[in-house]
């Protein structure tokens, strides 16, 4: 009996006491919000109102296409309104209290450099904390899209660096003053990306002068470095050159009245015209800044015509008829001595053998091709090389 009026009682005093704390709650709200007036700035007739800025990020993605950045995270700002201070011995000793974002005054800070046209609103949507001192936290979740100039010449082994600017949307910076944490941004939180490798964000405070108004304008600007994870790339590029040389050089192989030449020729540009196709899918359609992979393949695709028409040449020389003869020392040169026709097959045609004719005018084409065509392959793929 005793145990269960002991527990009434408790019950009973722990009801009272919430129900003081919410009448105590709801007094210093509406005491504080009586005569307040949301859209003054706090501090509007003394100086400029300080803004702490700060920047978390969870997540981050590039797309080339597009050129934009999209991060997610949230951002954190802090600053001080005197008018929402109170005295906590007044109000049952409460030390913060909670309002909602479309109750008080709050910083028009966005994001200067957005890829969202007519939309600069971009955080989520979160409650302020408020002390009695009348310091004030805001910290809502946000996601941005940016715009980054993208330097592609060594794709895929490239190194971005994209901006987020912030800055107040309508008051100078003698109204509305932004200041770093002084903390910088934790790469230990961001989330792993399957293409990029977030290495380094540099934090900047500016200060800048616009041609329209005397004042200067403050921004908060964080440098994004991000590495291509290019291990992927590289390993299909070096498997994509291996082939264009490998099928180049095997043409000039085969022999010189073959019309299977053509047919690899002909496999090589398609495959190379693959190629070309699969990086434009992932590029930007129109670059200043072409690259250098795009542009050896393109060149593998001017070769590749070129080698295409010598095979042509090469199959019309072979079966002409007519002597020629050249000089010692480039029938030396070129491994020119009696030569044999063959067909498709690889057999000897009977009859054949000679010392001159166009037949070795065709076989001296495919062998200075064929040297000239493995330097240039071999100089192409040691560049990419050098690239890794």
């Known amino acids: 009996m005793t145990a269960g009026y002991h527990f009434a009682l408790l019950c009973v005093f722990t009801l009272l006491s919430l129900s003081v704390a919410l009448r105590t709650g709801d007094s210093l709200r509406s005491t504080l919000l009586k005569h307040y007036d949301r859209v003054a700035r706090p501090n509007l007739a003394v100086n400029a109102t300080t803004i702490t800025f700060g920047m978390t990020l969870t997540h981050v993605d590039l797309d080339e296409i597009t050129s934009e950045l999209t991060t997610h995270g949230w951002v954190q700002m802090a600053w001080s309104d005197a008018r929402l201070a109170w005295d906590p011995n007044e109000f049952g000793g409460i030390k913060s209290i909670h309002f909602d974002e479309q109750e008080i005054w709050k910083p028009d800070i966005y994001l200067c450099n957005s890829a969202q046209a007519g939309e600069i609103g971009t955080y989520g949507s979160s409650n302020m904390v408020v002390h009695y001192d009348g310091s004030i936290l805001w910290v809502p979740p946000a996601k941005f899209r940016s715009f980054c100039d993208l330097e592609l010449k060594i794709w895929p082994f490239d190194v971005q660096t994209c901006k987020l600017k912030f800055g107040s949307w309508s008051y100078s910076g003698s109204h509305v003053d932004l200041k770093t944490g002084g903390q910088s941004i934790e790469l230990d939180l961001v989330t792993k990306n399957a293409e990029w490798a977030l290495t380094n964000v540099d934090t900047a405070r500016n200060s800048q002068f616009y041609p329209c108004c005397p004042e200067p304008y403050i921004d908060i600007t964080y440098t994004l470095h991000m590495a291509r994870r290019s291990e992927g790339f590289c390993t299909g590029i070096m498997l994509a050159m291996i082939t264009v040389t490998l099928l180049s050089l095997s043409a000039f192989l085969l022999p010189t009245h073959s019309s299977i030449k053509i047919m690899v020729n002909s496999v090589n540009l398609i495959f190379i015209c693959f190629v070309l196709y699969a990086m434009a899918e992932r590029l930007p359609a129109l670059t200043y800044k072409?690259?250098?992979?795009?542009?050896?393949?393109?060149?593998?695709?001017?070769?590749?015509?070129?080698?295409?028409?010598?095979?042509?040449?090469?199959?019309?020389?072979?079966?002409s008829n007519g002597t020629v003869n050249f000089p010692t020392i480039v029938n030396k040169?070129?491994?020119?001595?009696?030569?044999?026709?063959?067909?498709?097959?690889?057999?000897?045609?009977?009859?054949?053998?000679?010392?001159?004719?166009?037949?070795?005018?065709?076989?001296?084409?495919?062998?200075?091709?064929?040297?000239?065509?493995?330097?240039?392959?071999?100089?192409?793929?040691?560049?990419?090389?050098?690239?890794?």
């Open 290 to 319: 072409p690259p250098k992979i795009a542009l050896s393949f393109g060149c593998f695709l001017l070769m590749t015509v070129v080698s295409f028409c010598e095979s042509v040449l090469v199959i019309k020389l072979s079966n």
């Open 333 to 388: 040169a070129l491994f020119i001595g009696k030569v044999d026709k063959s067909n498709s097959f690889g057999e000897v045609l009977e009859g054949t053998g000679s010392n001159g004719g166009w037949h070795q005018v065709a076989v001296a084409l495919d062998r200075c091709f064929f040297v000239v065509y493995a330097v240039l392959y071999i100089l192409k793929i040691f560049c990419f090389y050098a690239m890794v």
